[in-house]
């Protein structure tokens, strides 16, 4: 895990389910094949209705129709991100769109172990909601050691959650290295 | 120790375990389907090498269900991909499409096929494996990494979770079921209100839930955000595992002293039936502040809502009638397919009452329930208003964004197809 990391924000609202994330009519395309699996950068958040997309104005896609890559590093949401189904291309589509960093005020709990065993982007809680204080386009700084994001565009701190046990799956990378780490599997 | 508690403790060689810890625990059945499979498969062999085996191939099933009937050709080659693997690893549980042994859904696959076990602990690719729950054993969804490393190892941890406790007293009225039940929980406590935690549903009215109405309840638990759901077993648990397998298992029960996080209690004869309304599945109404709501179209599938009692119930409120909206009627399996045709009412089977009535007939996948390929069966395109007996109905769940899509009791969606805006069953039901 990086110990800094910089970036603009993308906000969204509460509820964000994995259909918005990425829209099952994608689930199609490999996950392996590099041709195939940009298309989840391409989709990513695609599934968020227009006026939902890049708040608090909408209407900002979280990749520009004609790219595989988007500018934003954070996705902010609200509470119970990643709800719905188990498809870890939801993490695995704002990993490949170039995210690194999620923040929300809470998580279901299929999307928040898929980002920690994949090794996808890192998932952060807030203390409470914090997606009506930071506009999409701001630019954030986060510590992960301490938790520390900041946001320059307003000056605003907030001091996140710490990432707990699953700290240390996401320092050995995914739940593969930890597991080998650990001699709970053999090293490959 | 409540019964979650007793099987994760089971599985992990332990005498007890406590909520809030992380334990390793033994799997005793993995189920992947052709959504998941291929990138699960994929992972498996970049972590465990090309030529690798499988952990236990008797402990792995394969349910292709999600996009069968189409002509993408994304989604035709991953079919193709778990052909493949089932062949290389000679895998005896994969239930190929186009072949006799074709199923359909996997949730309702897994319990007609005898994987659902008590007491036993089962993992799978798919949010809505907590349906297996119903049979009082432990079993949740998982991504592909996960499902990957159970492949190689057989093994996964899980944190323990906190059990909410749903006790269900009286006598179920005949115009509500086991979906209106699970819709007033979900409304009751929220989208994230069972978050990390299992949901066990006891009580009289629960017991005397037939299996097919038990796995409405369980089945739904992810939409409040529960780890698991989960019913203690009975006779009529055990009576149908034994119709559906030799395999031994296990009953197990939570004790007196067990520890609840929570209690909840209903009185059904006091309940309504209920819609969930567009976007949430926490968006409960009773189906008397909505009817009247004008409909483009009715969906009767899934999981959740496309066993065979489901359309036994929908039949009951449309036979000899016209549907006056697109109507829809996708059996969760192929086994219930063939039941349709093979179950009578009032001379007349089954299907031929849906298809007499002017409804659409599909064949057994999970269909439209999650959208899928711009090809599948009943997808949304615009920006229809369906009621559907699914389970899900956050934007775009069922294909477009632009759509509405209320969820409700076969019951409810069968009188509202007969009418064209959102009924209620009591006001059809004879």
Known sequence: MKSIIRGLAYVVGDAIDTDQIIPAEHLVYSLNKPDERRM?????????????????????????????????????????????????????????????????????????????????????????????????????ELDTRFGQLTNHASGEEYLLKPLGDVADILNAGNVFEYARQNGLINPA | MTITEKIIARHCDRDRVVPGESVWVEVDILMTHDVCGPPTIDIFKREFGED?????????????????????????????????????????????????????????????????RPGSLLIGTDSHTCTSGAFGMFSTGVGNTD???????????????????????????PYLMAKDLILAVIGDIGCDGATYRAMEFDGESVYSLSMQERMTLTNMAIEAGGKNGIIAPDEITTEYVRARTDHDFVCLYGDETARYRSEYRYDVSTLEPVVAKPHRPDNRASVVEVEGTRLDRAYIGSCTG????????????????????????????????????????????????????????????????????SDTFGRMQGDEVVISTTNRNFPGRMGSKQASVYLASPLTVAASALSGVITDPREVLV
């Not at chain 2, 009692?309 to 109507?327: C, H, L, N, P, S």
């Open chain 1, 40 to 140: 989840y950068g391409r989709f990513a958040m695609s599934g968020v209705p227009i006026e939902q997309q890049g708040l608090p104005n909408g209407h900002i896609p979280f990749t520009d129709p004609d790219k595989y890559l988007s500018d934003y590093t954070f996705v902010i949401g609200g509470s119970n991100f990643g709800c719905g189904s188990s498809r870890e291309h939801a993490p695995f589509a704002l990993t490949e769109a170039g995210a690194k960093v999620v923040v929300a005020e809470s998580y279901a709990r299929i999307f928040y172990r898929n980002t920690i065993d994949g090794g996808f982007v890192i998932p952060f809680e807030s203390h409470e909601k914090i997606n009506h204080q930071i506009r999409t386009g701001d630019e954030l």
């Open chain 2, 52 to 116: 690798a085996k499988v952990w236990d191939a008797e402990k792995l099933v394969i349910l292709p269900d999600h996009y069968i009937f189409t002509q993408n050709h994304h989604a035709n080659r991953n079919v193709r991909l778990l052909r493949a693997f089932a062949e290389e690893h000679h895998l005896p549980h994969y239930y190929d499409v186009g072949s006799p042994r074709y199923k359909g859904v996997c949730h309702m696959a897994l319990a007609e096929e005898g994987f659902n």
């Open chain 2, 147 to 173: 499902a990957a490393l159970i492949m190689g190892t057989g093994k996964i941890w899980l944190r323990v979770p906190e059990t909410m406790r749903f006790i269900f007293e009286g006598v179920l009225p």
């Open chain 2, 306 to 373: 496309g066993k065979f009692e489901d359309f036994e119930a929908a039949a009951q409120i449309i036979k000899g009638q016209e549907v006056v909206i697109d109507t829809y009627i996708v059996p969760a399996t192929t086994e219930i397919s063939e039941s349709l045709q093979a179950n009578t009412i009032d001379g007349t089977t089954l299907w031929d009452v849906f298809e007499n009535a002017g409804c659409k007939m599909g064949q057994a996948s999970c269909g439209a329930c999650l959208g899928g390929p």
